[in-house]
Nanobody, 117 residues
């Protein structure tokens, strides 16, 4: 089992930055994908970014590429999402997720990000 706890959400003006954190505990295997997803009001949950635990291969949604960066602190088992140049359309609940080979079996509770225009 893996437990994921997100933090760092909040209210920010357009053009600003936020850094989300996801504290991971439990058994994380080398083939696990660690990802960030988001869900805006009235919309389906969508992929934002991810990396593979053992080789740190990163991948981003086109809508955030160049503005968001996913990273990790190995010692603390924390996954970060640095979000820069935020736009109103980035407003959503952001979720951290993990699972083997892209099957995201484990999810956090989410953290709200609101970008005011």
């Amino acid at each position: 089992q893996v437990q994921l706890v997100e933090s760092g959400g909040g209210l920010v003006q357009a053009g600003g930055s936020l850094r989300l954190s996801c504290a991971a505990s439990g058994q994380i295997f080398s083939n696990y994908y660690m990802g960030w997803f988001r869900q805006a009001p009235g919309k389906e949950r969508e992929f934002v970014a991810r990396f593979i635990w053992n080789d740190y291969d990163t991948y981003y949604a086109a809508s955030v590429s160049g503005r968001f960066t996913i990273s990790r602190d190995n010692a603390k088992n924390i996954v970060y999402l640095q979000m820069n140049s935020l736009k109103a359309e980035d407003t959503a609940v952001y979720y951290c997720a993990a699972g083997p080979n892209g099957r995201y079996n484990f999810w956090g509770q989410g953290t709200q990000v609101t970008v005011s225009s």
